[in-house]
C-alpha cells in the first residue's frame, strides 16, 4: 500500500517532490533548518550524511524514545 504524506514545511524546496525511499538517501541540509555547516557538524561527529543516517542513528533513536515516553508519562 503506498504511503502519503505532505512533507513540504519539513523539506528544502529543492526536496519536496521526491519520494519516500529518494529522502533516506537525501543529504541530512534536505531537512527545512539544516544548514551545511549543522550538516558537516553531524557528519564530523557521528558519519551522518543523509537523513537515513539521522533517522537510523541510535543516538537519535535514543533521544526519541526518551521523549516519547516522558510525553506518554505526562
Not at 529518494?22 to 549543522?38: M, Q
Not at 550524511?49 to 521523549?67: E, F, S
Amino acid at each position: 500500500m503506498p504511503v502519503s504524506a505532505d512533507l513540504d514545511k519539513l523539506l528544502d524546496k529543492e526536496y519536496e517532490n521526491t519520494d519516500l525511499k529518494g529522502l533516506l538517501n537525501a543529504p541530512v541540509e534536505a531537512i527545512a533548518g539544516i544548514s551545511g555547516g549543522d550538516a558537516e557538524a553531524l557528519k564530523k561527529a557521528f558519519n551522518i550524511k543523509t537523513i537515513g543516517d539521522l533517522g537510523h542513528n541510535k543516538y537519535i533513536q535514543a533521544a526519541a524514545a526518551i521523549v516519547r515516553l516522558a510525553d506518554a508519562s505526562k
